[in-house]
T-cell receptor, first 114, second 115 residues
Framework: GENVEQHPSTLSVQEGDSAVIKCTYS??????FPWYKQELGKGPQLIID?????GEKKDQRIAVTLNKTAKHFSLHITETQPEDSAVYFC?????????????FGGGTRVLVKP | EAGVAQSPRYKIIEKRQSVAFWCNPI?????LYWYQQILGQGPKLLIQ????????DSQLPKDRFSAERLKGVDSTLKIQPAKLEDSAVYLC?????????????FGPGTRLTVL
């Protein structure tokens, strides 16, 4: 089955700096890669996603890049703010007969210091 | 639009007891998921329903876990008997369909502590 590795497990940045989280996946059939943000006591919330036919996607201060050849994708947060502090999860979905079964990475705890 | 609702939010039980969790998905969402999230880890899919049918339960410990979605809307997840290692947050999610690109929306979860 699919295996998703996520690094780093914790990330501390100064407010205004950039944060980068990297994920690798094992199943070359995966074609959908969402990123979720989870705040304390809440369920994960989708912040951005990318499909396998796209190399990069941007939404305001958040961007995601995908390298299908290397089987890795990354989340970039620019101009970080204290409200960006949370746990971030990457995930991969194989599509096809497996539908939208998501396999999650282990998470990255991001702390933005004011 | 109302989000995914779950109850209870917290539950503390002793090992070997039974427990049940309830989920109400977003209105109109045909696909419902139950995930287990152990502290410090990412969510792990336990079971996926399409309407009232099971699509995938390959990671559900069927000797102690059961789930149902009888009328294709609400769902319950039961653990009987509970073990210490079942301590986790149980998340329910729903999506409009089961395409790989259909966004999954998560509820707030039920935090289970097994003593």
């Amino acid at each position: 089955g699919e295996n998703v590795e996520q690094h780093p497990s914790t990330l501390s940045v100064q407010e205004g700096d950039s944060a980068v989280i990297k994920c690798t996946y094992s199943d070359s059939a995966s074609n959908y890669f969402p990123w979720y943000k989870q705040e304390l006591g809440k369920g994960p919330q989708l912040i951005i996603d990318i499909r396998s036919n796209v190399g990069e996607k941007k939404d305001q201060r958040i961007a995601v890049t995908l390298n299908k050849t290397a089987k890795h994708f990354s989340l970039h947060i620019t101009e970080t703010q204290p409200e960006d502090s949370a746990v971030y999860f990457c995930a991969a979905s194989p599509g096809g007969a497996a539908g939208n079964k998501l396999t999650f990475g282990g998470g990255t705890r991001v702390l933005v210091k004011p | 639009e109302a989000g995914v609702a779950q109850s209870p939010r917290y539950k503390i039980i002793e090992k070997r007891q039974s427990v049940a969790f309830w989920c109400n998905p977003i209105s109109g969402h045909a696909t419902l998921y139950w995930y287990q999230q152990i502290l410090g880890q990412g969510p792990k899919l336990l079971i996926q329903f399409q309407n009232n049918g099971v699509v995938d339960d390959s990671q559900l410990p069927k000797d102690r876990f059961s789930a149902e979605r009888l009328k294709g809307v609400d769902s319950t997840l039961k653990i009987q008997p509970a073990k210490l290692e079942d301590s986790a947050v149980y998340l329910c999610a729903s999506s409009s369909g089961q395409l790989s690109t259909d966004t999954q929306y998560f509820g707030p979860g039920t935090r289970l502590t097994v003593l």
